[in-house]
């Protein structure tokens, strides 16, 4: 299953590649992380790279997904940022990162692992 995390706010491409990152700490989750270009809105006069594609599947990787993710939104944030985390079967939520109380069951419900 992959799951896609779409950043936006301030900097979305800044953003973006500092939760790539982020996520490459993560052991299982090491090699299933991709930054994508994704197809520009209408408006908009190019593509943005803040779609992050995340490969998880057996072994934990959807586990450790949800905690890192709750790690990553609990960190103190320069700029305002918004993920919207979508999975292959069309579950979605948007997490503004400074605007939530309960991002593990936020990300827990989402994702369909237990908090």
């Known amino acids: 299953m992959n799951v896609s995390l779409q950043v936006a706010g301030d900097n ?3 953003a ?3 939760l790539q ?3 490459g700490y993560e052991p299982l989750l090491r090699g299933r992380i991709t930054l994508a270009m994704r197809q520009p809105e209408v408006g908009e ?4 790279m803040d779609l992050i594609s995340v490969a998880v599947g057996a072994g934990g990787a959807l586990t450790a997904l949800a905690a890192s993710l709750k790690t990553f939104f609990a ?4 700029s305002d940022v918004r993920i919207t985390i979508r999975t292959e079967d069309g579950r979605s939520i948007e997490i503004d990162a400074r605007r939530v109380n ?3 069951k936020l990300v827990a419900d989402t994702l369909g692992t237990e908090k």
């Open 21 to 23: 990152a982020w996520l």
């Open 16 to 18: 973006a590649a500092e």
């Open 102 to 104: 309960d991002v593990d």
């Open 45 to 48: 006069l190019g593509s943005a």
């Open 75 to 78: 960190q103190p944030r320069r």
């Open 12 to 14: 979305a491409s800044d």
